[in-house]
T-cell receptor
Framework: DAGVIQSPRHEVTEMGQEVTLRCKLI?????LFWYRQTMMRGLELLIY????????DSGMPEDRFSAKMPNASFSTLKIQPSEPRDSAVYFC????????????????FGQGTRLTVV | AQSVTQLGSHVSVSEGALVLLRCNYS??????LFWYVQYPNQGLQLLLK??????LVKGINGFEAEFKKSETSFHLTKPSAHMSDAAEYFC?????????????FGKGTMLLVSP
């Protein structure tokens, strides 16, 4: 398996533009995390899906951010409109959470998307 | 809810010296604990994990960590640092919050290795 695949790796956009980040999960995984990493705040959880259902979106900064899982293997994170303070590295990570909800499975991370909003 | 505290945003060691990166956690349920490493411009990579059983866990690249429930700690160690160990290290806890599992990370510790 190629691992978690994120695209694009780098994105530079102007303030006010819409940005869409993409993530392909590892085959067979059913949990998906979106994180944002900045120098000031470190690694922040934005949203967590389990079996395509958003479980916890309390980390999503505001209504400008939205995330979807149109199918079991793919997710998008959209920012509309983008602002300079959204500049960060965005990671998605996937894991397998069995029906028994045991928690001993690790998350596998993609390489990240470095977003710069000018 | 669970949380993770990593003591020291930066740790500097000489090559060949002992590496000790500290992690304390809080969790309302028995925790599952992880250490990840991040090299520049890369994603996070799993170093090791504690689930149940043996409290001393061995990982990749010669790292190990010991789960101490009484101290709520999961410190990461390596007997002898290599230059290639220079990276950022994250401790994480997976637990339950309001009926669903979450994965919570500490703020990270940058390990600097000097010749």
């Amino acid at each position: 398996d190629a691992g978690v695949i994120q695209s694009p790796r780098h994105e530079v956009t102007e303030m006010g533009q819409e940005v869409t980040l993409r993530c392909k999960l590892i085959s067979g995984h059913n949990s998906l995390f979106w994180y944002r990493q900045t120098m000031m705040r470190g690694l922040e959880l934005l949203i967590y899906f389990n079996n395509n259902v958003p479980i916890d979106d309390s980390g999503m900064p505001e209504d400008r951010f939205s995330a979807k899982m149109p199918n079991a293997s793919f997710s998008t994170l959209k920012i509309q409109p983008s602002e300079p303070r959204d500049s960060a590295v965005y990671f998605c990570a996937s894991s397998f959470t069995p029906p028994t909800a045991t928690l001993n499975t690790e998350a596998f991370f993609g390489q990240g998307t470095r977003l710069t909003v000018v | 809810a669970q949380s993770v505290t990593q003591l020291g945003s930066h740790v500097s060691v000489s090559e060949g010296a002992l590496v000790l990166l500290r992690c304390n956690y809080s969790s309302s349920v028995p925790p599952y604990l992880f250490w990840y490493v991040q090299y520049p411009n890369q994603g996070l990579q799993l170093l090791l994990k504690y689930t149940t059983g043996a409290t001393l866990v061995k990982g990749i690249n010669g790292f190990e960590a010991e789960f101490k429930k009484s101290e709520t700690s999961f410190h990461l160690t390596k007997p002898s640092a290599h230059m290639s160990d220079a990276a950022e290290y994250f401790c994480a806890v997976r637990g339950m919050n309001s009926g669903y599992s979450t994965l919570t990370f500490g703020k990270g510790t940058m390990l600097l290795v000097s010749p």
